[in-house]
């Protein structure tokens, strides 16, 4: 249970909105539906993209409108969303989930007019437009971004029908995933007694392998238990997906999410191509592990175990102040700015980290654009992943607060990108946790948990990316059954790691369990983690390179992740082709130089 003095456990939400209990909460629900059926009605008669005065004034005035009601729309969804997260069994937060998601057609109405309004100009028209106005030249990249997504949509009636069936549809199995996990709970033992817990509660960190064991299959069987539904859900959105794709003539399943990423195929390429010539050398850490903790070949509930070492006080449990003070401190000495964020963020309660049932499992940074303000949703348990966990979600938090001043249009990222700025934050903080360990059993454990990162987003990460490759080429022919969905993760596990793991070891329903899989706004959910891991650690590898300059020069990267394609991003600001792979190899250095460091302690005989 997380337990804290000097911060503060519990985000603070009242001063973003009313409670939606009240009547003044209903009230700005019902304004906003208004402002947005009024938006949606005025987008059928945009005017012509050109630079004359008369339309230029019309779209900027539209845009200026456009730009308040998205930024109502994700406030008021996010405010929602985190009120459900923490309160999983509340009907009226789950109301009103429904009630939003209702409104997406609307949105969707005014996001296709819009577009297809951008692609119907010519070049030569959307050049004289965008200079006819200063706020339209400063919006550029956006106009032309969204110009290009207009190559993701169906004829306008067709587009139409498709947002209207979608919030009974796709999203609906979305919301029916959210609902039927949030409520499932896993009994397991504590002090002679069964108790049900929500899956987040349920670790596979125990020092005790018996612990390990237990909680892994009553977690697995508990999970088992709702695979038929979930693979109806999952089922369904990816039916949908794969409709959608084929109407739109899609080279396959990919394109979409690669243009959702704003990067080229030739990059996802390089770096998937990359990582499997290379992670091999994750066997030799996982063979060290597998020595430290008595073991011929560990299980998938022995990734996560903490090392039995010696000067690394592997039972004290890590409080919620001393991370606090860790994560603020670490950042501080990369950047001041960065330090003062992270205290300020702490300090004026936008975290939500209490260890309490009916929460919803994970963890997610969101941003009110508005207000200026991020909130943090995660579950901390006293443990250095949870240290970890909270520096992941405070980098993606900066990231927003970097890009504040911005015209709100240029303050939206890509999730590869995002997913850059949090684990960047871990690398900060773990490279400054092992610079400070002050005995090798403690670097040991340090390192362990940098590995243990590599195994996830190099191995298990890939793993999800093989099972929806797999299944989304099967899903062509039709549904397939839990069963088949567990043989496919399956073969997808034992390719990902290589083997490595024992045979009784492996988590065939591990997609049951996964999240990520069931979120509808967005395909292919997983790969931009091992992206973001990797582009973080081959910038932090490039900070001897720009010496006192490398903060200034990540805070550009920030900034250019919301007016710039994925490459151009990382070209402009540090002079790097990603899709090539020698900025990967910098990358992969980081990790295999660990994994040697790691090894030669074992080697060296300091388990104890």
Known sequence: MAVSDAFPLNWELDTLLPHPDSDAFREVCSAFRREL?????????????????????????????????????????????????????????????????????????????????????????????????????????????????????????????????????????????????????VPVMERGEIVQKSPGQVPLDSPQRAVRENNFFAAAKAWSSIADSCADALNHISGTRLTLYRKLGLRDHLESPLRHNRMRRETLDAMWNTVVARKSCLLKYLAAKSKCLGRDTLTWYDLQAPLPVTGASPSAELSYDAACTQVIESFSRFSPEFGEFARSAIEQRW????????????????????????RIFMTYTNTPDSMSTLAHELGHAYHSHVLKDRPMFLQQYPMNLAETASTFAEAVLGERRLETAQTTGEKMTILDGMLGDAATYLMNIHARFLFEDAFHTERHDGELSAERLSELMLAAQKE??????????????????????????????????????????????????????????????????????????????LGYDLSGPEFWNKSLDVIEQRVEQFAALVASGASG
Request: hydrophobic share 40%; aromatic share 14%.
């Open 351 to 374: 975290i939500e980290v209490e260890d309490r049932p009916g929460k919803r499992q994970g963890g997610f940074c969101t941003w009110f654009p508005q207000k200026q303000e991020s």
């Open 496 to 573: 990902s790691f290589q083997q490595a793991l024992d045979d009784d070891g492996w988590y065939e329903n591990f997609w049951v369990s996964k999240l990520h899989f069931y979120i509808t706004e967005l395909p292919f959910y997983n790969f931009p983690y091992t992206f973001g891991y990797l582009l973080s650690l081959g910038v932090y590898a490039l900070a001897d390179e720009f010496g006192s300059e490398f903060p200034a020069r990540y805070r550009q990267l920030l900034i250019a992740t919301g007016c710039q394609d994925t490459e151009q991003a990382v070209e402009s600001t």
């Open 37 to 185: 059926t009024d938006l949606a009605e005025r987008s059928e008669s945009l005017p012509e993209i050109d630079g004359q005065p008369k339309n230029v004034a019309g779209w900027v005035d539209f845009l200026q409108i456009y730009e308040s009601i998205t930024a109502r729309a994700i406030e008021l969804t996010d405010f929602i969303g985190c009120r459900a997260a923490a309160d999983a069994q509340n009907k009226l937060f789950q109301k009103y989930e429904a009630h939003l998601s209702s409104l997406e057609p609307l949105r969707e109405q005014i996001a296709t007019n819009f577009e297809f309004a951008l692609r119907d100009a010519d070049a030569e028209e959307f050049a004289a437009f965008v200079k006819a106005d200063e706020k339209l030249e400063a919006i550029e990249f956006y106009l032309r971004d969204r110009q290009r997504n207009a190559e993701m949509r169906l004829p306008k009636e067709q587009e139409s029908l498709a947002a209207d069936l979608a919030v009974d549809g796709i999203h609906a199995w979305g919301r029916l995933y959210d609902r039927i996990s949030g409520s499932l709970r």
